[in-house]
């Protein structure tokens, strides 16, 4: 799912490329990708684009007459800027926006077609789509303190949670844990004054980063390859890979659709975390260290 860094991308493509044109056309061939009625789509045509901003792992344009466009990309859902007039993909294609220097086309790889538009009328209608975490890059030392401790829940729980942090998702919560050398299994309010601290300094600069790493491969092209895995990530979708700090296999545990990837030499003083699947199923004979695993 495209995160803070991703979306920021997207969102410095679609400025460079709608702010202050005009949509001329609106063609939305996918039912389930439509969440509103009220006002219907075809109010945007004609309308002029005024601001695009992310809104947590969300994306929203301002358009003339107080109109606003909401799209959450979700998991697979991507952005493919093309010539004028291009027809919307068969299989995969949701919608396509037209202006005059050409079309902007909303995809969705995979059965389950989970992206989703709103059209709202007014801030307040788009505030009301906001999960209110707090944003990241913007939070003082004590504000990233207080957030974590409004429950006492995991580190990866926490970091992934948009009523916490905005933007913040599965691939880059790896990235920021190792970074800080924590554990995702710990708890935030376990955590002491050091840890938090370095904690709040790993997001900031990982993400920070991550937004320049993405800037400089796009350039002023339209951004072609936004995935979760990305080969230059340390941790995210490198299981059985040697952590690039210690040498050590990264490990993972699965949950549902979702992994975490961690290196237990890092971050879990050698302490390899229960896979939910594989822990239960193996039970005594589930390795406990990663020394155990090594065969040490």
């Keep these: 799912m495209p995160e803070l860094p991703e979306i920021t991308v997207y969102v410095d493509a679609l400025r460079r490329r709608m702010l202050d044109r005009s949509i001329e056309r609106v063609r939305i061939v996918s039912p389930s990708l439509l969440r509103t009625f009220d006002p219907p789509a075809s ?147 376990q955590l002491d004054d050091s840890e938090i601290a370095r904690l709040h300094d790993a997001v900031q600069s990982s993400l920070r980063e991550w937004i320049e790493i993405l800037r400089a491969e796009t350039g002023d092209a339209f951004p072609g390859k936004i995935t979760a895995f990305h080969a230059r990530m340390a941790v995210h979708g490198r299981y059985g890979q040697p952590c690039p700090h210690c040498g050590s296999p990264i490990q993972r545990i699965v949950y549902a659709q979702n992994e975490t990837n961690y290196c237990a030499r890092c971050q879990t003083g050698g302490r390899l975390l229960a896979d939910r699947a594989f822990s239960r199923l193996l039970r005594e004979d589930w390795p406990r260290t990663i020394e155990e695993l090594e065969g040490g």
């Design 43 to 189: 109010a945007l045509e004609g309308r002029t684009v005024r601001d695009v901003r992310r809104m947590g792992k969300r994306i929203v344009w301002h358009c003339d007459d107080d109109l606003f466009v909401v799209i959450h990309l979700m998991l697979t859902g991507r952005f493919q800027w093309k010539q004028r007039g291009a027809a919307v993909p068969r299989k995969l294609g949701h919608a396509a926006f037209d202006l005059a220097d050409g079309t902007l086309l909303l995809t969705e790889a995979g059965p389950k077609k989970r992206a989703s538009l709103h059209v709202v009328r007014g801030e307040p209608a788009v505030h009301a789509m906001d999960r209110g975490g707090i944003e990241p890059l913007e939070a003082s030392l004590a504000q990233f303190r207080d957030a974590l401790h409004q429950e006492n829940r995991t580190l990866k729980r926490a970091l992934t949670d948009p009523r916490v942090f905005s933007g913040i998702g599965n691939a880059h919560s790896d990235e920021i844990l190792l970074l800080a050398r924590l554990s995702p299994a710990r708890l935030t309010r």
